[in-house]
């Protein structure tokens, strides 16, 4: 296997990286068009870290934060969704506006298409009910159990909430222990106490 | 990490393998419809991908894809161009952004087609001549020769190529 990709003595071929990007972004609106694109994705920096934003064409699928490894997320996204998967920052506009405003204080309510298929059974008629939840409130694991209609299911609510594909959005840092600590969440303890404290302002 | 080994998602298969696909590209079209080329390759390549076995050369995938792709864009500027009108020429004139690879185009596009495949698909595709031969016909010997032929025409054509043995 040839693995020099360049011709021998002396014969260039050079290849930019900017006339690559415009390839490279040509192509992630031509795969839309032709409704080939499964997963569209970029990155934003917000005070909690740089977030992973992707969505389906049925809407945002996932929101991740750096400590969970951005390429793993895709990886996982590959297996669980397709691996039609690019960078098209584009398709994320009206996510990342929104996040945006939502971390100026600007906007208590996320009005985005959500699609909530790496979340199933239980724990997805927990985070479907999270919402609900308004902004700069709290409400307990068994609170939302309760509201899941499994109000024994208290662990498995805090596991819903700790394994929510859609942090953030769905609001799953607005659950919190009864004894009012805040509990398990993906983006870590500080990221959490953030969007609190951001919210109670 | 999931249990089943993962297919890559194809923003990685771009990163990868974009730069070495628009090489080959511009090696067998020209600049002008290198472009074109490329972007068929891989909305062709994204469309197929879920079904690309993982145990696949993604490479050589992509290089039979782009070859595929080169002959239709060549067929179709054949069907546009007047009766009279020769393709190495027609390719020879395309204008580069900077003028720095214009020559080597030129005496690229001056090569028979199958040496100029084989140049490309071996040296900028990273094929070995199997699987070059398996994409242009013919044996892999005569994908080698193809090859060797091409380099060597090159070399006399191209100016550059000669003054680099000294340095």
Not at chain 1, 110 to 122: E, I, K, N, V, Y
Request: aromatic fraction near 4%.
């Amino acid at each position: 296997m040839n693995t020099d990709h360049e011709l021998p003595g002396g014969l260039e071929l050079a290849v930019d990286d900017a006339e690559l990007r415009v390839l490279r972004d040509r192509l992630a609106e031509r795969a839309v068009e032709a409704g080939l694109l499964d997963v569209a994705y970029r990155t934003i920096d917000t005070p909690v870290g740089s977030l992973l934003l992707a969505a389906t064409p049925a809407g945002l699928v996932r929101v991740a934060y750096a400590s969970e490894g951005h390429d793993a997320v895709l990886g996982t996204l590959a297996s669980r969704v397709s691996p039609r998967i690019l960078h098209a920052p584009h398709q994320l506009d009206a996510v990342a506006r929104e996040l945006t405003e939502y971390f100026d204080g600007t906007r208590q309510r996320f009005d985005l298409p959500l699609d909530l298929r790496l979340a199933s059974g239980f724990r997805r008629e927990v985070l479907t009910r999270l919402p609900a939840i308004g902004y700069g409130r709290t409400a307990s694991y068994a609170a939302v159990a309760a509201a899941a209609g499994r109000p024994r299911a208290v662990r498995a609510a805090a596991t819903a909430c700790a394994t929510n594909p859609l942090p953030i959005v769905v609001p799953c840092h607005r659950v919190i222990r009864s004894d009012g600590s805040p509990g398990r969440y993906l983006g870590g303890p500080a990221a959490k106490q953030l969007l609190l404290t951001l919210e109670a302002a | 990490m999931s249990v089943t080994p993962a297919k890559p998602p194809f923003e990685d298969v771009v990163t990868r393998h974009g730069p070495a696909i628009l090489r080959v590209c511009r090696a067998v079209l020209g600049h002008a419809d290198a472009d074109d080329a490329w972007s068929e390759t891989f909305l062709a390549a994204l469309r197929a991908y879920p079904e690309l076995p993982g145990d696949a050369n993604v490479e050589a995938w992509l290089v039979r894809i782009a070859h595929n792709k080169a002959i239709d864009i060549t067929r179709a500027a054949a069907r546009r161009a007047a009766p009279l009108a020769d393709l190495a020429m027609a390719r020879s004139a395309d204008v580069d952004a900077d003028g720095r690879d214009l020559d080597l185009h030129t005496s690229l596009a001056a090569l028979p087609d199958k040496q100029r495949q084989a140049v490309a698909y071996h040296y900028l595709g990273g094929l070995p001549y199997a699987e070059v031969a398996a994409i242009v016909g013919g044996s892999t010997d005569a994908a080698r020769r193809a090859a060797a032929d091409g380099i060597a025409r090159l070399r006399r054509t191209y100016p550059v190529a000669d003054r680099t043995g000294g340095t």
